[in-house]
């Protein structure tokens, strides 16, 4: 199996899971938050012109101006009557409600060109993948930290922009791949650190029957 084809067994797999769960696909979360998002812009900009103002950002600009910076106590309201008289508690809620978009399909699938540039490069290493990986496993007490930096070492470079969790998850899905890519598909997301496993739809079932049925088909060898 490729790394292109075990990226999209993975990417497929999550598909599935979250057609069942939401009834639109992984790869469809992008547009779907977008369309929440400018929805929901849409409501607070509504609003904001009901009360006076060009868009919901002119009133937050409105409610910022009763503020002013000390070095020493950090903001201070300047007048509380007017700042009162200025809010909208409807207005704020819409604004409250605003999402943020930041899909995990974009987050995994920058993890995932990391994964397929790391396997790519460790080719160029040797055709036999697992010495090629365990070059850089230079005794087991190593963090994922030292083993990018062995890799540095060698000449590879990490693309810009890696927090400290996806840097390690590129290496550690690499590492899933090398040791048995039949598995490359089941690992946790990439940020299922932050947002459980539930945050991708994922309730792991079809891992158990994955295993299980590997199991019986190797007893029956």
Known sequence: MTIQEAIKQRIERFNRLWIKAVG??????????????????????????????????EYIEKLNSFYKYDETMGYQLLDEVSY???KDNVLDELIKNIPTVNPLYLYEMSV??????????????????????????????MTWNDIGKEMEKDGYEFNKGHSGNSYTQSLSLA????????????????????????????????????LEKRKTLRKEK
């Open 24 to 57: 639109y696909s992984f790869e469809d979360e992008v547009e779907i938050m977008k369309k929440e998002r400018d929805d929901a812009v849409n409501k607070a900009n509504e609003r904001a012109k009901e009360i006076g103002y060009i868009d919901y950002q």
């Open 112 to 141: 995932l060109n990391e994964v397929e540039k790391i396997i790519n490069f460790l080719y160029t290493k040797d055709d036999d993948l697992k010495k090629a990986w365990e070059k850089y496993l230079t005794n087991e007490n």
């Open 84 to 86: 009162n008289k200025a």
């Open 175 to 210: 590492h899933v791949f090398v040791s048995d890519p039949d598995l490359f598909q089941y690992a946790h997301g990439s940020l299922a650190a932050l947002v459980g496993d539930e945050g991708y739809h994922d309730d792991r079932s079809d891992v158990k029957e994955f």
